[in-house]
C-alpha cells in the first residue's frame, strides 16, 4: 500500500513539473471538490449521529447536500472554462453518482418535493422547509467557495473570489425555460423508469443520461434543471433580471417536473415500462438471469 502511494505521489510530480500550467490547475479543481465531498460526507455523518427527530435530520442532510452540489458546481464551472465541456461532463458524470449513493432521503432540488405534494406523498408544508433548506445550504455555501478562490493556488482561480458573474443564459428567456422544461422532463422520466425497471447500473445509466442532457442544454440555458443549483450559481448575474432566472430556472424546471409526473401515467408508457421487464434474454435488468 505504502509502495503504491509513493509510486502515485512521484507520478503525480512528474507530471505537474512536465505539464504544470494546464495539469496543475486540474488538480487543483480536483482536489477542491474532493475536499467538499469529504466535508459534506463529515457533516452528513455528524447530523446523522447526533438528530434524532427523523424530519429535522432530514432538513440538515437536504441543507449538507445543496451545499456540497453547489460547492462542487461552482468549481465546475471553473473546469469547464478551462478545460472544456468534455473534462467537465465526465466530473460530473462521477459526482452524480457519488451523489445517488451517499445523499440518503435528501435530493437538494426543490421540484422533487413537489411531485411527492402531487403524489400524495408529502405536505406543502414539509416541501417548503425542505426547499427553504435547499435554498440556504446553496446559497452559503459561496462564501466557503470565496475563500478558497482568494487564495488563488492556481491560475484559473486568479481574480475569480470577486469577479462579476455573467449569465449562462443564451437564447431569449422562454426559449431558455423550454429547454430547462423540456430537458428537466425527460430526465425526471428516465428516473422515475429507472426506478420502476430496476436495472443492473441504474445509477450509471441516470447519470450518464442526465449528464448527456446537461451538455446538451449546455450552451443554451447552462443545463442546470434544479432551482436551487440555479439560484445558488446564477442569481444576479449580469445578462439576467431576478424575473427572468425566476421563469427559466425555477418555472421552467419546476413545470418539467410535473409534466413528467403525469406523462409517466400515460398508459402507453406505463405498458411500455411493464413490457419492458417482461422481455427476455441477455440483458442489463437486475432481475433477468444472463
Not at 232 to 258: D, M, N, P, Q, R
Amino acid at each position: 500500500m505504502k509502495f503504491t502511494i509513493d509510486v502515485l505521489g512521484i507520478f503525480l510530480k512528474v507530471v505537474i513539473k512536465i505539464n504544470k500550467v494546464t495539469f496543475a490547475p486540474l488538480v487543483v479543481s480536483t482536489l477542491f471538490i474532493l475536499l467538499t465531498s469529504l466535508l459534506a460526507h463529515c457533516a452528513r455523518r455528524l447530523v446523522q449521529k447526533s438528530i434524532n427527530e427523523p424530519f429535522v435530520r432530514l432538513l440538515f442532510e437536504e441543507a449538507i447536500a445543496a451545499a456540497e452540489l453547489c460547492g462542487c458546481c461552482f468549481e465546475l464551472i471553473v473546469v469547464a472554462d478551462n478545460f472544456g465541456v468534455g473534462t467537465y461532463a465526465i466530473f460530473l458524470f462521477a459526482l452524480t453518482i457519488w451523489w445517488s449513493l451517499n445523499w440518503g432521503d435528501a435530493t437538494a432540488c426543490p421540484y422533487t418535493h413537489i411531485e411527492d405534494v402531487i403524489e400524495g406523498k408529502g405536505d406543502i408544508r414539509k416541501a417548503f422547509l425542505k426547499t427553504w433548506a435547499e435554498l440556504l445550504g446553496g446559497l452559503l455555501v459561496f462564501k466557503y467557495v470565496q475563500t478558497y478562490w482568494a487564495l488563488e493556488i492556481s491560475e484559473t482561480h486568479k481574480d475569480k473570489a470577486f469577479e462579476e458573474c455573467r449569465a449562462d443564459l443564451q437564447v431569449p428567456v422562454i426559449y431558455g425555460a423550454v429547454v430547462e422544461g423540456v430537458a428537466t422532463c425527460l430526465c425526471r422520466l428516465a428516473s422515475k423508469s429507472l426506478g420502476d425497471l430496476n436495472p443492473r447500473f441504474a445509477t450509471a445509466i441516470d447519470s450518464f443520461i442526465g449528464t448527456s442532457l446537461v451538455v446538451a442544454a449546455f450552451d443554451y440555458s447552462g443545463g442546470y434543471f434544479n432551482p436551487v443549483l440555479a439560484t445558488s450559481l446564477k442569481a444576479g448575474c449580469e445578462g439576467h433580471t431576478l424575473l427572468e432566472h425566476a421563469v427559466v430556472y425555477w418555472i421552467g424546471a419546476c413545470a418539467g417536473s410535473i409534466l413528467s409526473v403525469y406523462m409517466y401515467k400515460i398508459p402507453a408508457i406505463q405498458r411500455y415500462v411493464r413490457g419492458t421487464t417482461a422481455v427476455n434474454g441477455d440483458s442489463i435488468w437486475a432481475d433477468k438471469e444472463d
